[in-house]
C-alpha cells in the first residue's frame, strides 16, 4: 500500500508538472506574461515538493505521511469547489484525491503512531 500511495503523489506531481510547462509556454504568447508566469512557478515548486513528497512515502519517512495527507486534504477540497464550475475536472480531482488519501492513511498506520525513542 505504501508503493501505491507513492505512485499516487507521483502522479499528482506528473499533473502539477504539466501545468507548469503548459503555464510557462502560455506566458511567451500574452503582452503582460506576469500572472502566467507567477503560475507556472507556482505549480512547478508544488510538483518539486510533490515529487521529494512521494519520494520519501516509498521510503517509509515519517514525515511524508503529514505532508501527503495536507496535500490531498487541499485537493479534495480544491476538486469539490471545481465541481461547481467545471464538473468533468472537479469530479477526477475529488475523487484522486479521497482515494490516494485513503491509500496514504493505510499506507502511514505505523508512522502515525508515537515513536519508542
Not at 16 to 36: K, N, R
Amino acid at each position: 500500500m505504501t508503493r501505491l500511495a507513492a505512485i499516487g503523489v507521483g502522479l499528482e506531481a506528473l499533473g502539477m508538472a504539466v501545468a507548469a510547462a503548459a503555464y510557462a509556454i502560455h506566458a511567451t504568447a500574452l503582452p503582460e506574461p506576469a500572472f502566467a508566469v507567477g503560475l507556472a512557478a507556482f505549480f512547478g515548486l508544488t510538483a518539486a515538493g510533490l515529487i521529494m513528497v512521494a519520494r520519501a512515502l516509498d521510503r517509509g519517512a515519517r514525515w511524508a505521511v503529514s505532508a501527503a495527507l495536507t496535500w490531498q486534504a487541499l485537493q479534495t477540497l480544491a476538486g469539490i469547489n471545481l465541481t461547481g464550475i467545471r464538473p468533468a475536472l472537479g469530479v477526477p480531482v475529488a475523487i484522486l484525491g479521497v482515494v490516494v488519501g485513503v491509500a496514504v492513511l493505510v499506507a502511514g498506520r505505523p508512522a502515525l503512531r508515537p515513536s519508542e525513542d
